[in-house]
């Protein structure tokens, strides 16, 4: 179960554009594109479910965000470990592995959206904000991809 937590939208939004502008491209600049990109299209999120007023998430939704909160610890554990092939491509795989379990969320998400159409305006404002959702998973992935290529360690000098 999620924790809910009073947030005041525009601090985070603050905070992630201060975090996405202070990433510099050196020396790996695809590993950096792909960190910049999870936490723009999380600020996205944030921004969407602020404008839309979402106020309650369908369950798929809930194990959405779950998955995006386990790509990001996966991620931190991968770059606090010190780098090895192996360990990269395990970190890959789990990447991928969540991705698949996002996709599955995502259609059946879709399926309840088809039989369920009582309130239209919600289920638009949930739909953007799976979107986006979507686009963080893609962006974990591109990370993962990225630190197969040059190992996160190497990012500090």
């Keep these: 179960m999620l924790d809910m937590l009073p947030v005041v939208p525009d601090a985070v939004d603050a905070r992630l554009s201060a975090l996405a502008e202070d990433?510099?491209?050196e020396p790996n600049c695809d590993l950096t594109r792909?960190?910049?990109?999870v936490v723009v299209h999380l600020a996205a999120t944030a921004e969407l479910a602020h404008r839309?007023?979402?106020?309650?998430?369908?369950?798929?939704l809930a194990e959405i965000i779950g998955i995006v909160e386990e790509c990001g610890?996966?991620?931190?554990?991968?770059?606090?470990a010190p780098w090895d092939p192996v360990g990269a491509a395990r970190?890959?795989?789990?990447?991928?592995?969540?991705?698949?379990?996002?996709?599955?969320?995502?259609?059946?998400l879709f399926a309840r959206w088809y039989f369920d159409i009582d309130d239209l305006a919600a289920i638009a404002g949930m739909r953007d904000v799976g979107d986006e959702l979507?686009?963080?998973?893609?962006?974990?992935?591109?990370?993962?991809?990225?630190?197969?290529?040059?190992?996160?360690n190497e990012l500090s000098g």
């Excluded at 610890?73 to 606090?80: E, G, P, Q």
């Excluded at 979507?134 to 996160?152: K, M």
């Design 23 to 25: 990433i510099a491209c």
């Design 34 to 37: 792909a960190l910049r990109d």
């Design 52 to 60: 839309h007023r979402v106020t309650a998430l369908a369950d798929e």
């Design 73 to 80: 610890r996966n991620t931190a554990r991968s770059f606090a």
């Design 91 to 108: 970190y890959r795989a789990e990447i991928l592995r969540l991705a698949g379990d996002a996709d599955d969320a995502f259609r059946r």
């Design 134 to 152: 979507e686009n963080v998973i893609r962006a974990f992935e591109s990370v993962a991809d990225a630190v197969l290529v040059q190992p996160p």
